[in-house]
């Protein structure tokens, strides 16, 4: 099994009340790419600067990433971020954005790339995201994010991009953005309307919330004492979802799967969020995962009455 | 088994965009005494007006609630709030408070009041709750609520009267705010170093976390297509909690029991918010409180790793 990720492969500058990082590996896709690895074999597909090093690729090889389709532009800039988060950190407050090589993007992935079973569209510009979904045909269960500009400044892109995949993960707040829905449960089967058969809601530190035609799923988020840097924790998330669905062989994943999958997705965000950027998934091991996933049930199991 | 709970029997005029009530059955006290009225013998104890009526009375009994210590008062004006809610049901918005016979409340609780095994102090006045909380000789277990109000104006009475209970069932933000502590599992400790063993975090529609000395725990809101008003939810909330641990005897409950506890406080909040005040309620029936517990499970349950 294999899994592709298109998305932004970034140099981030993140200031939490927990400290600073002026210049950090980051975007959707290594976030993405770095949590699925656990789980399948990822490609990542999106072009970075003259100053994006060996060292950094150096961090997705060494978890066994696929890194050819990594496109070094000659001249260009990595995209850059920099924002910050006050004592809540379920919001980010972006302070400066720069698309460098990526306003130009024009991804030409491999025929490896292009054949994985599994596909996720980070969140890019709708039209990026229906041509990569259009050249991987070997992908059988896709999904997509999106964030709050697409949704205002692109919305009937987005909605043909929506009906091109199987499954949309998005905050809680984006999918009742998109919909015009403010219940959650509304919202999702709205957007199922658009073809999904998967709707993922995420909720930040309260965890996430599942929809399939026949039912509706949640979970809490793990309860950290130590948050240090909430970046990347939704693509983290995503990454441990579709990166287990893949693993096993779920393309057209029963709804037991699905519910082992947004805990695994769950247990990736919160190693995530632990320390700043990719740091701590970069050391995380298998065992730790397991161990997580464990006390995950733990923490929201309660019994039949007695 | 027996509880009593003491708080506010009110009237509430309540707006949201799924409709509104001028003047309906509300107050902490009833919310709470309605839930746990479906799991053991309840108490109430509050002070009303001249114009409390049989009708309202007779929604209490007909639950088998002990009305004794609702106590009329001569030439009284009922506890009234007027609210509203917009699109964001988590936000409640007060247009109107008047305490009226509140102002002035001197409980005397009968003697089967005082001999209840558990005690809940609703959000009143924390010395009000002190008094009440000595009175009740009989409570082996005792928790309260509280608000953003008493936090700001009465922190030192919050603080002992705290220090006087086993459990404490605050909103996430009140806890933070009660202890200047932005981290959840943080602010939860230092509210266990105050005294109590039992601290309760109520999410509004994303649920709600426990905290034990040795263990976290927490559960997702029930997801619902239809919510109509929430006020009320957290009352409800605290009352399938504590009306099931009384209900089995658990006035030192172990963690399992409490588990069970937070899943009847899910579903009692779950089946408050589906209409207004106390109306969805007012007519369960403990056939779809099982039915609701059992689907609770199903929406949480993952499987270990197959």
Redesign the interface.
């Known amino acids: 099994m294999a899994l592709t990720v298109v998305g932004s492969i970034a140099f981030d500058a993140v200031r939490t009340?927990f400290g600073e990082r002026d210049r950090m590996l980051g975007g959707s896709a290594v976030h993405f790419a770095l949590a699925a690895s656990f789980f399948t074999e990822v490609n990542v597909v999106g072009p970075v600067g003259d100053e994006f090093g060996e060292a950094e690729l150096e961090v997705l090889r060494s978890h066994g990433i696929e890194t050819a389709d990594v496109e070094r532009i000659e001249g260009g800039e990595t995209f850059f971020w920099r924002g910050h988060y006050d004592?809540?950190?379920n919001v980010a407050h972006t302070d400066e954005t720069r698309l460098g090589v990526f306003a130009e993007f024009d991804p030409k992935p491999t025929d490896r790339s292009r054949g994985a079973e599994t596909l996720f569209l980070a969140n890019i510009q709708p039209d990026l995201q229906r041509r990569v979904r259009a050249l991987c045909e070997g992908a059988r269960l896709a999904a997509l994010d999106s964030m709050n500009l697409w949704i205002e400044t692109e919305r009937d892109s987005l909605r043909t991009a929506i009906a091109e995949v199987g499954c949309v993960i998005l905050n809680d707040a984006e999918l009742r953005m998109l919909t015009g829905e403010?219940?959650?449960?509304?919202a999702a089967r709205a957007v199922m309307e658009m073809g999904p058969g998967i709707v993922v809601a995420k909720?930040g530190?309260?965890?996430s919330?599942l929809f399939t035609p026949g039912?509706?799923?949640?979970?809490?988020?793990f309860?950290?004492?130590?948050?240090r840097d909430p970046t990347g924790a939704g693509d983290s998330f995503a990454g441990g979802f579709l990166g287990y669905l893949d693993g096993?062989g779920a393309h057209r994943p029963d709804d037991?799967t699905l519910?082992?999958a947004?805990?695994y997705g769950t247990v990736l965000a919160s190693f995530n969020v632990e320390e700043f950027g990719t740091e701590r998934i970069a050391r995380l091991k298998v065992e730790e995962i397991?161990e997580r996933?464990?006390e995950l049930?733990?923490?929201?199991?309660?019994?039949?009455?007695?």
């Open positions: 009340p004592a809540d950190l403010p219940n959650l449960l509304r909720r530190e309260y965890g919330a039912a509706a799923y949640a979970l809490p988020g309860l950290l004492e130590d948050v096993c037991a519910h082992r947004m805990a397991n996933y464990a049930r733990a923490l929201t199991h309660f019994d039949a009455p007695g």
